[in-house]
């Protein structure tokens, strides 16, 4: 069965410095997302990427976030300048169709990260 | 911004019981989606809804679009059911997610 990987399982960083998560949809997927899970706190809508372009992103993705999806495979999460709030487990996910209307999200298994 | 709420927060069950899972939500939505949250942490889309209710094996989830509401049952609880439950809703093209409900289904 098909599935979202994501890449790595679980990162340790120092504040101050850029991180990069990887993920690779499910490869006839069109609709990409990432999201975050503070522990103990419920999961939050970070972005939407759409035709090598975000098309929706909440209020926690400001600057220091960015998406790019740089080889028609990967789709990347970075994070300029870790702070120790960005600890959380980030999710990856993708669809076949706009969310909202038909589509059912395929996640993967997530990517913790530890900002010290 | 959409307002949503789960309840229970924690629900223990015996193996066989009936379970319901309700979720509410402050503004009207486009489609309301039904996640499962392993305790590894991993999430699986168990229902996506627009209207009315759908059904997968021992799962039942419904929707009522005018009170602004949606229920998950699982009929027959069995311990591999353990796990968090969460409803997210799609707003204005984002997610809003509520904060689960962690459910443990006891042999």
């Known amino acids: 069965e098909p599935e979202v990987t994501q890449t790595p399982s679980h990162q340790v960083t120092q504040m101050g410095q850029e991180v990069i998560l990887r993920c690779v949809p499910i490869s006839n997927h069109l609709y990409f997302y990432w999201y975050r899970q503070i522990l103990g706190q419920k999961v939050e809508f970070l972005v939407s990427?759409?035709?090598?372009?975000?098309?929706?992103k909440s209020e926690i993705f400001d600057d220091q976030f960015s998406v790019e999806r740089p080889d028609g495979s990967n789709f990347t999460l970075k994070i300029r300048s870790t702070k120790l709030e960005d600890s959380a487990m980030y999710f990856c996910a993708s669809s076949d169709s706009i969310v909202f209307r038909t589509g059912e999200l395929f996640f993967g298994e997530g990517s913790r990260l530890t900002v010290l | 911004k959409n307002e949503v709420e789960q309840s229970p927060q924690n629900l223990t069950a015996q193996e066989g019981e009936f379970i319901t899972i309700n979720c509410s939500y402050s503004?009207?939505?486009?489609?309301l989606h039904w996640l499962q949250q392993h305790p590894g942490g991993g999430i699986v889309s168990l229902f996506m809804?627009?209207?009315g209710k759908k059904k997968h094996g021992r799962l039942i989830a419904t929707i009522n679009i005018q009170e602004k509401h949606s229920s998950l049952h699982i009929t027959a609880s069995h311990p591999r059911d353990s796990a968090v439950y969460i409803c997210a809703v799609v707003f204005g093209n984002q997610f809003y997610f509520g904060t689960g409900t962690s459910l443990t289904v006891i042999p």
């Open positions: 809804l627009s209207s």
């Open positions: 990427f759409y035709n090598n372009e975000i098309s929706e």
């Open positions: 503004v009207g939505i486009s489609a």
